[in-house]
């Protein structure tokens, strides 16, 4: 691989990470129609780049996360001495009981990992979802505003967004789009729901690099290769930083009506191409 091809796959995967369009949707159709993304199979260029990704979160997500860690020590304390009353919990401490739930709903989706990489190969499905996933995108557009913070949910709301989030495994369904239309069914401020969003991509992340890491330290490139994977990796850093701030403004300032277009065209495009293909 080039470095030209490692930035190439950083900004695609910087961009569709976050914005609500799929980044395993695009990056199956660049395989299927263009013949790219053979080296995406390659486990350590994989996790490098979700961990470039990971590193946009924090950065912009910083003062969350250090509250959060903090808090997940403080909560376990309240705990400990069995101090049950979620009224009593602050933001950050309910926080991290929500994340802890919304990831649950991932956790059995492991036991289909493979024909979830399966529908990948299969060009016209992911067309479908894509489609699928614009009218997603116009329905949370349609939703009403919801006056909920993140202060005021409860942990059913939270394990409904995970629900979502795990739907979006699906290759064409966007994890942010899907949470944060879940986050608004769940009556949260569209700001609210957005940063929810965010937080809840953390461990979903994570895992799935955790799950890598044996065949990642089984297939250690050399160092030049290792240079330009980390290349890739920055990149897919510096533009989902920009994604996200991207899509906090949007989601203040407008509404996602753009991306469901985007996807429409995206969706039919490939669904029409699998036909004469």
Known sequence: ???????????????????????????????????????????????????????????????????????????CGKLFHKNFKLSEYTLHEKLVIYIIIGTLPLVPMIL????????????????????FNGLVLMISDKLSRGNRTLDEIKPKNALLIGLC???ALLPGISRSGSTITGGLLNGLERPDAVRFSFLLSIPAILGASILKLPDFF??????????????????SAVVGICAIKLLSYISKKSNFRMFS?????????????????
């Open 218 to 235: 089984a297939e250690i490139p050399d160092l030049g290769t290792l240079g330009i994977y980390i290349a890739g990796a920055a990149v």
């Open 1 to 75: 691989m080039s470095i030209w091809e490692a930035i190439f796959y950083g900004i695609i995967q910087g961009l569709t990470e976050f914005l609500p369009v799929s980044s395993s949707g695009h990056l199956a159709m660049l395989q299927n129609i263009l013949g790219f993304g053979e080296e995406m199979d390659a486990v350590a260029f994989n996790v490098l780049l979700h961990l470039g990704t990971l590193i946009a979160v924090f950065a912009v997500y910083y003062k969350d996360i250090f509250g959060l860690v903090k808090s997940f020590f403080s909560l």
């Open 261 to 277: 277009y985007y996807c429409f065209a995206v969706g039919a495009f490939a669904v029409v191409w699998s036909f004469f293909a």
């Open 112 to 131: 289909i990992e493979d024909y979830l990489d399966m529908v990948s190969s299969y060009l016209v499905i992911i067309g479908a979802l894509l489609i």
């Open 165 to 167: 989030q795990a739907v």
